[in-house]
Each structure stands twice: as C-alpha cells, then as structure tokens.
C-alpha cells in the first residue's frame, strides 16, 4: 500500500480563470472539445456515467458521448440494461470526463430522458454493421452460460439479417443528460486546483469558484 501512496502527480500545465470563462456551459465545454481533439487523445469522449438505484445504491461505467443536441449530451445504450433499470427508476446522473493529458476533468449532472425514436434510429444505422448485430446479439447485463453462448447468437442474427432490413431493436436506443451543473477542473500545483462550476438557477446559469 505504501508504493500506492507514493503515486502522485503535480499539474502544471494551464490555469482556469473566470475572466476567460464562457458564460455558457455548452459553449465553454465546446471550447474544451477543440483542444481535446487538437491533443489527438485516445478516445476523447469516454466519460464515466454514475446512476443510482431507487434505494440510492451506486453504479458507475465508461460509456461513450455521441453528441451534445438541444441542452443534453447524449448517450446510447441497452434499454434492459443496468444503466437503464437505474434510470428508469431514478433518471438523476452524472457524467465525467477525465483528460489527464490536459490535465483537465468536467463533472456533469442533471436529469435524464430517453431521446425520440427517430434520433435513435439515426445513430443507430450510423453504425457499423457488426455494432448493429451485436446490440441484437446482447442481452445486456444479463447473466449468459458462456462465450461461446454468445458467438453463437451473434452468427444467428447475422444469418437472420441476410434476408432482413436490419433495424434498431426496439430495446436499444438513446439517453439525454440536461445538466443543472457543470464543473471544469484544471489541475494546478500543490494540489490547489482550479474549479469552477456552472449551476442552473431559474433558467441562468450561475458561475461559482469552489475550493479544491
């Protein structure tokens, strides 16, 4: 345990000042966006999605964002899945992304809905081919016999959509975050880090420093 401790990194890269902060969370995260991609960072729009049970128990996972359209930030996923129990019961989340190459964190949370059908058919025939048949393939979260259970019904839907259009099953589909706060992290040194978080107030959103 004590080599764990010892790990510890000092950031020093940028600082994050109110006066070259947007006064839009969305337009400050695009900003953000730009230099992630500049940064070629693998796999920039993993982000960590915590839900929580209807009796308050935690569940956390890497998904992918696929998009940020009419105030949310959209994700997709199995309708019978964990995630989805969790929202379904509870539809509060939180999202975070983590850019250690930048040294920067956004921490997202808010309300959750289900994004219209035609949204997610569009992400959906936008995959590929293989994706399409694997959320066929998947019962998601669910308990299977083993690997070869899997391969198995994969090759089944593969062979049923020779004939077929392959559509979205109906048990997969989109998820939209609209969040009532967004905090942009930058690492400082000394772990005096800075923090600044937007929250929602009667529709205006309010900029507050925290402590780190």
Request: charged content about 30%; overall charge neutral.
């Amino acid at each position: 345990m004590s080599s764990i401790a010892d790990i510890r990194k000092d950031y020093k890269l940028r600082q994050l000042d109110e006066r070259d902060l947007s006064s839009d969370p969305f337009s400050q995260f695009d900003s953000w966006w730009q230099e992630v991609l500049k940064a070629e960072i693998t796999e920039p729009n993993a982000m960590t999605l915590c839900t929580a049970s209807s009796d308050g128990v935690p569940s956390a996972r890497i998904v992918l964002l696929k998009g940020i359209s009419d105030g949310g930030f959209l994700f997709f996923t199995n309708y019978n899945s964990y995630k989805a129990k969790d929202l379904a019961d509870n539809p509060k989340a939180c999202l975070v992304f983590f850019w250690k190459e930048l040294e920067r964190q956004v921490r997202v949370t808010g309300l959750v809905e289900k994004t219209d059908a035609a949204k997610s058919d569009m992400y959906f025939n936008s995959r590929p081919r293989a994706s399409r048949i694997g959320a066929w393939s998947s019962p998601q979260s669910q308990p299977i016999r083993n690997r070869e259970w899997l391969e198995t019904n994969e090759k089944e839907f593969v062979k049923e959509f020779e004939t077929k259009e392959l559509e979205r099953p109906a048990f997969w589909g989109g998820y939209s975050l609209r969040p009532v706060t967004v905090e942009f992290w930058q690492g400082r040194p000394n772990r005096l880090h800075d923090r600044l978080q937007y929250h929602l107030e009667e529709g205006k959103w309010i900029i507050n420093r925290l402590a780190p």
